[in-house]
């Protein structure tokens, strides 16, 4: 059983920052990448932003520049750093990875249940 957990989500003004944390635990080999994910209401989900397991990263356009995507890979732990954020980044925040439970098996992607982010005044 693999379970991501993800926290740090709430309401803040447009302008403000939010930290979004995803922990993995389980019966885990090795995590490949890890990603955040969003979803607006009324859109398809997004990839907001990725990190492979050698530190490289890659962003959305729409929040290159405002947005850090990090991970401790010891404590198998995803970070995603939000500043100036605006009222379009609200949206429900999904982390998800690649992972591994046996050195066998194949990775396969798992999914955390959601944290809201809203930007608001």
């Known amino acids: 059983q693999v379970q991501l957990v993800e926290s740090g989500g709430g309401l803040v003004q447009p302008g403000g920052s939010l930290r979004l944390a995803c922990a993995a635990s389980?019966?885990?080999?090795?995590?490949?990448?890890m990603g955040w994910y969003r979803q607006a209401p009324g859109k398809q989900r997004e990839l907001v932003a990725g990190?492979?397991?050698?530190?490289?990263?890659n962003y959305a356009d729409s929040v290159k520049g405002r947005f850090t995507i990090s991970r401790d890979s010891a404590k198998n732990t995803a970070f995603l750093q939000m500043n100036s954020l605006k009222p379009e980044d609200t949206a429900v925040y999904y982390c998800?990875?690649?992972?591994?439970?046996?050195?066998?098996?194949?990775?396969?992607?798992?999914w955390g249940q959601g944290t809201q982010v809203t930007v608001s005044s």
């Open positions: 998800n990875a690649g992972i591994k439970t046996d050195w066998r098996t194949e990775s396969r992607d798992y």
């Open positions: 990190i492979n397991r050698f530190g490289s990263t």
């Open positions: 389980g019966s885990i080999f090795s995590i490949n990448a």
